[in-house]
């Protein structure tokens, strides 16, 4: 029931900016934690950054860290990917993601198993 539209990808320079936007179906994108994933061609999909649900822990992948800035409006049903000092090597197609509840233990998730919902993707191309 819950669809995931990603927007905001296209081809930039490195050392460019690019700001995704993901936004989300229903009444209940509250309850999601979230994540941007992404995928090069011939390779597996990774994480990128997750955020848990209300937005107050986020993790980005070390190749990211310190670049890359995942936030969230929940009242806008709207999960946001700030994308600075891009490089050749973040060229991927970039999904977001949703979990359809969390854990007793965990509020946010790490892994490709560990969501429910997806986007069909977004173009990254970063060129040299």
């Known amino acids: 029931q819950v669809q995931l539209v990603e927007s905001g990808g296209g081809l930039v320079q490195a050392g460019g900016s690019l700001r995704l936007s993901c936004a989300a179906s229903g009444r209940t994108f509250s309850t999601y934690p979230m994540g941007w994933f992404r995928q090069a061609p011939g390779k597996e999909r990774e994480i990128v950054a997750v955020i848990s649900r209300g937005g107050g822990s986020t993790y980005q992948a070390d190749s990211v860290k310190g670049r890359f800035t995942i936030s969230r409006e929940n009242g806008k049903n709207t999960m946001f990917l700030q994308m600075n000092s891009l490089k050749p090597e973040d060229t991927a197609v970039y999904y977001c993601?949703?979990?359809?509840?969390?854990?007793?233990?965990?509020?946010?998730?790490?892994?490709?198993?560990?969501?429910?919902?997806w986007g069909q993707g977004t173009q990254v191309t970063v060129s040299s």
């Open positions: 993601a949703g979990r359809r509840s969390p854990t007793y233990y965990s509020d946010i998730y790490y892994n490709t198993r560990d969501y429910d919902y």
